[in-house]
């Protein structure tokens, strides 16, 4: 907390308190798409310390509550405190025990006021968060930033992903898509996010939220292929590099 | 010389197991000009009588917005009843900021009775005196509540508060079994018949009474009087002598008389029931 009692007023009010400046160990790129009867979220399990993948097995894809399904990038220790903060407002809610329940889109607007607070306070919670989910029939996803910019679309993800693979889902993805189309559009995207993202690795899980319930799969791994020619000899044709 | 010792404050029980103090505030709920809710499946209708204090003066509102989907008709003292009107907008605000979805109006309920709880239990504060009429929707269906000082809530079908609510309570018994289905110009109908019971022969006007409707698809809204009045000269219920299916009502209006009666005659037979019940 930042303590307002400075001998030399502005400048100097700065130094007792210690942000999050930068992160430390993070998880990369998170996907989510709406399908046919919910929501799928793919993450891999990396956790790179700076640019040493440091961590292999990293659960980035959780539960909240009974609807809704939460996938984090960014900072580990920072995605682990919102899910303390989650789990406080999921019992506070149980405790009513009146049959309301809070969903998805109730979910994701709390965590767009966690972000956007801590933001306030200069001190952000590290992450881009996306949140996924389906109440009554109803079909949820949305993302959040860590400076609190949130939106809702049919399909989302969270940085390298934004580049890398929503080209693909604007051009593969459908509103109709059956489950085992899904999860290969989204392995079609992490195997992307495999191949040009250095901090991704080749361990991913995949989870799926219906209105039946939710489930997360074991870890798994991609078929690769790494000899197509760009990849044995990256320079051919570039003149003038290395 | 026998004054009551066990009601100077609140928090000192009688040997009789009482809180009198709780039991004044709620008797001063029962001197405010009356107010009635009732509510279908789909839609819920607050409706109160407005009495001027004199001559000269305008009458007090007696019936707030709260949210798009509640609204409040309050019996008792209006001053405090606007303040926990003040308080459930607020509440209903940050709810809606924080999960930008609608508060369960059972929840608010339960926050509401919460806080008058707490008035009945420090010796520094006193009870409200008001009880409120919660109408609202939610996820759930249309609801209605009833909260009272003592910070007891009930939820009703139907129900009234206030001078005289007997007759309307009579009516409302009558008839309540037939509301679930109701549509929304049945229950506005309804409650209209059921402020006539509470005017004793007065007759019936849009300029004495205040309706509001929440339902699916119609967000908390005061009728606006000239509407008022349209319905009560359709339905043909303003005179004393009621046209239509007015057997009923003239009934009532009889019972209504005897009810206020044995109010007036004192509160003897009153005693003996449990006090904390509404």
């Known amino acids: 907390m930042v303590s307002s009692q400075s001998e030399s007023g502005l400048l100097s009010s700065e130094g007792d308190s210690q942000r999050t400046q930068y992160p430390y160990v993070t998880g990369t790129s998170v996907i989510g798409i709406k399908y046919k009867d919910g929501i799928l979220m793919a993450a891999d399990m990396g956790g790179s310390y700076g640019s040493t993948i440091r961590y292999k097995s990293v659960e980035r894809l959780k539960q909240v509550g009974k609807h809704s399904l939460l996938g984090a990038s960014g900072e580990i220790s920072d995605f682990q405190e919102i899910l303390r903060y989650l789990d406080e407002l999921i019992l506070h809610d149980n405790m009513w025990d009146d049959g309301n329940s809070l969903g998805p889109k109730e979910v994701h607007n709390y965590l767009t006021r966690i972000m956007y607070n801590r933001r306030n306070k200069f001190d952000p919670l590290w992450n881009s968060l996306v949140l996924g989910g389906v109440k009554n029939g109803q079909k949820y996803l949305g993302s959040v930033s860590m400076i609190g910019v949130h939106f809702e679309d049919s ?78 000899n990256p320079t051919v044709g570039a003149e003038g590099s290395w | 010389m026998f004054r009551n010792q066990y009601d100077t404050d609140v928090t000192t029980w009688s040997p009789a197991g009482r809180l009198f103090q709780v039991e004044y505030a709620m008797e001063a709920v029962k001197q405010g000009s009356a107010a009635i809710g009732l509510r279908s499946k789909t ?41 926990l009107s003040r308080y459930m907008r607020s509440e209903c605000i940050n709810y809606g900021y924080t999960y930008e979805s609608p508060l369960p109006v059972g929840r608010l309920v339960v926050q509401l009775a919460d806080k008058a709880q707490v008035c009945t239990q420090r010796s520094w504060k006193r009870p409200y005196g008001v009880g409120l009429l919660v109408a609202g929707l ?90 008022v009045q349209a319905l009560i000269n359709e339905f043909e219920i303003s005179g004393e002598e009621g046209p239509t299916n007015e057997g009923v009502a003239e009934e009532a209006v009889g019972e209504a008389g005897g009810a206020a009666a044995t109010q007036e005659g004192g509160a003897a037979p009153e005693q003996e029931t449990a006090p904390m019940d509404i």
């Open chain 2, 138 to 227: 939610d996820e759930s269906g249309a609801h209605l509540y009833y909260n009272c000082p003592s910070g007891n809530y009930f939820e009703y079908q139907a129900f009234a508060i206030g001078s005289r609510s007997q007759a309307a309570k009579t009516y409302l018994e009558r008839k309540f079994e037939n509301f679930t289905g109701s549509s929304r110009d049945e229950l506005i109908k309804d409650a209209l018949f059921a402020i006539r019971e509470t005017l004793q022969g007065e007759k019936l006007t849009s300029t004495v009474c205040t309706v509001a409707v929440v339902g699916v698809g119609e967000a908390f809204n005061i009728l606006d009087q000239a509407t």
């Open chain 2, 43 to 83: 839609h819920v209708v607050l409706a109160c009588v407005n009495k001027a204090n004199s001559e000269l003066s305008s009458h007090q509102r007696k019936i707030f917005k709260v949210d798009d989907h509640i609204g409040v008709a309050i019996a008792g003292l209006t001053a405090d009843g606007r303040v």
């Open chain 1, 155 to 232: 399909h989302v993800a969270t940085g390298f992903g934004n580049h890398l693979a929503r080209p693909i889902l604007r051009e593969e993805w459908r509103e109709d898509l059956s489950f085992e189309e899904g999860v290969k559009l989204l392995e079609k995207c992490m195997r992307n996010l495999l191949y040009r993202d250095r901090s991704a690795v080749n361990k991913l899980q995949i989870a799926k939220i219906t209105e039946d319930g939710l489930t997360i799969s074991q870890p798994y791994s991609l078929k690769t292929f790494w000899n197509f020619g760009a990849f044995q």
